[in-house]
């Protein structure tokens, strides 16, 4: 089997060419020449840059490719951008990259056995925010509230409507474990024996382990699934205090500061931060995206479709998987 990883550098895309590798693929990381190879060292990489911003560029690269390489069986398309400067740039990169890719790989005449897209919950916004909370299902009409959601949104549209395309997406929740960074800034806040929450009204948050997230990706490629969405995530909901507890326990730490300030607090903040990276050209965990994402307070999702299925369960519950996330700061000196 050839496939390949785009942003296999980033944390997801790492997890998903490991899981390739073990299973013996030709394995191609879709990288940037600046991207850090950290976490792929494996001999056996195949590594290959793609322009996604520049058509005409893409089309040269991935001609080239085939020359010498034929297609890919499969594409695991993970690069993306999740926080930027400009907000614009996640309709850029997310969007009008992923259409770029899918349109050049159709003029080459490589499209791949499978399209594999990694979108997320955040396409749905806040719509079921009325008590007691209820799992977000496919059928419920996205209202997404961020840029990234709008982006991830419109290039899920453009991917369903490409004639021929054969696709299955996947809509995770909050992705956590080892190599993640905006988690890990919780847990060195935590280390310092500071925890800030915001909002008053009840927060059902729900979560996925990095490596539970990739089991899913590779179950749809062995049951050769196809025009099908899946939430990924815990089908259970977890309050806001849970991993924050879970994080103090496997620190060991005695004690916690647990600050719980009002949402406008988070707002402010935000969008200082937000203009603080204007200024300074770099882009911040804080905005305004990540206020809205803050903000809502029901993260439930329906999981029966990808459970029934694809025969998905979780082999990770939050409280397993925080323990094996910080047991991976531990060892590799993050923390």
């Excluded at 059928?139 to 021929?164: C, H, M, V, W």
Aim: one cysteine or more; glycine letters at 8%.
């Amino acid at each position: 089997m050839k496939i390949l990883v785009t942003g296999a550098s980033g944390f997801i895309g790492s997890f998903l060419v490991d899981e390739a590798l073990a299973r013996g693929c030709e394995v191609w990381a879709g990288v940037r020449g600046s991207s850090s190879r950290v976490f792929l060292q494996d001999e056996r990489i195949k590594f290959i840059s793609l322009d996604f911003g520049n058509r005409k560029r893409l089309c040269e690269q991935l001609t080239a490719f085939a020359a010498e390489n034929g297609r890919w069986d499969y594409i695991i398309h993970a690069a993306g951008v999740t926080k930027c400067i400009d907000s614009r740039d996640f309709m850029r990169v997310n969007y009008e990259g992923t259409v770029n890719f899918i349109e050049a790989l159709k003029q080459c005449g490589i499209m791949p056995e499978r399209f594999l897209y990694l979108s997320s919950l955040s396409i749905y916004g806040p719509v079921r925010e009325e008590q007691p909370y209820r799992p977000i299902l496919d059928s419920d009409t996205p209202q997404p509230n961020t840029a990234y959601g709008r982006s991830k949104l419109a290039a899920e549209k453009f991917i369903k409507n490409f004639p021929g395309l054969q696709y299955v997406i996947f809509r995770p929740t909050g992705v956590y474990g080892p190599r993640e960074k905006d988690y890990f800034k919780m847990v060195q806040s935590i280390a310092g024996h500071v925890d800030f929450s915001v909002g008053y009204k009840p927060q059902i948050i729900t979560f996925i382990y990095v490596k539970d997230l990739v089991k899913a990706i590779y179950m749809a490629i062995d049951k050769g699934v196809s025009g099908r969405c899946y939430f990924v995530s815990e089908p259970q909901g977890y309050d806001s205090r849970s991993f924050s507890d879970y994080i103090q326990a496997e620190l060991g730490k005695s004690w916690v500061l647990h600050i719980k300030a009002p949402i406008w607090v988070l707002k402010v903040i935000s969008t200082c931060a937000e203009a603080f990276a204007r200024l300074t050209k770099k882009a911040s965990t804080l905005n305004r995206d990540k206020y809205n994402i803050m903000k809502q307070r029901n993260w439930l999702c329906d999981t029966a479709p990808i459970e029934k299925e694809l025969g998905f369960s979780i082999d990770y519950t939050l409280q397993q998987g925080t323990k094996e996330m910080i047991e991976w700061y531990k060892k590799e000196k993050w923390i």
